[in-house]
T-cell receptor
């Protein structure tokens, strides 16, 4: 079984400060990991993914995420937060079993508020 | 850009009605998904389809069915709507037979069952 946890329901950060949104996962095999962002009254937008290779993944809008296998974590980061980054962020995982698993498991989401 | 279109942004129906939610994607994606999103629960998978006329149950299929007669269209059906099916419904699609492709989402249908 696969699962993902986002331990913080809400993260507040001042504009211009670095931000981190945390995600930990559990899979039996190797993980495919994704971050999505959701703005009010909109669907989810893909930000970045980790499949294999470099542990630091760069994505859209200046976001990056670091894959840490020993800590089973995939935290989302940005060096300098913008007010427009305020949104709901979802981490998702898929266990790559090699058999074509299509199901993605999402975390419960973290609401990011960037304070001017 | 990939476009996933859900036919209604807001929908109000009555208990016991049969409700159809429609989703169309324009990128020839093989895979399509229906989720419901509830506060504090995140996204939960209802059904998905990896090919025309194929469907697989997700985590919460009870009370729902789906139809995929054409590759670009995936319909979610609430057989007899109940108040506990009031929710935001999100459709998504993805490319290919491998599982490392991101899913692309529509803007959602906010469904209220009275």
């Amino acid at each position: 079984a696969q699962s993902v946890a986002q331990p913080e329901d809400q993260v507040n950060v001042a504009e211009g400060n670095p931000l981190t949104v945390k995600c930990t996962y559990s899979v039996s095999g190797n993980p495919y990991l994704f971050w999505y962002v959701q703005y009010p009254n909109r669907g989810l937008q893909f930000l970045l993914k980790y499949i294999t290779g470099d542990n630091l993944v760069k994505g859209s809008y200046g976001f990056e995420a670091e894959f840490n296998k020993s800590q089973t974590s995939f935290h989302l980061k940005k060096p300098s937060a913008l007010v427009s980054d305020s949104a709901l962020y979802f981490c998702a995982v898929r266990d790559y079993s090699g058999a074509g698993s299509y199901q993605l498991t999402f975390g419960k989401g973290t609401k990011l508020s960037v304070i001017p | 850009d990939v476009k996933v279109t859900q036919s209604s942004r807001y929908l109000v129906k009555r208990t016991g009605e049969k409700v159809f939610l429609e989703c169309v994607q324009d990128m020839d994606h093989e895979n399509m998904f229906w989720y419901r999103q509830d506060p504090g629960l995140g996204l939960r998978l209802i059904y998905f389809s990896y090919d025309v006329k194929m469907k697989e149950k997700g985590d919460i299929p009870e009370g729902y069915s789906v139809s995929r007669e054409k590759k670009e269209r995936f319909s979610l059906i609430l057989e007899s709507a109940s108040t506990n099916q009031t929710s935001m419904y999100l459709c998504a699609s993805s490319w290919g037979q491998t599982s490392n492709q991101p899913q692309h989402f529509g803007d959602g249908t906010r469904l209220s069952i009275l």
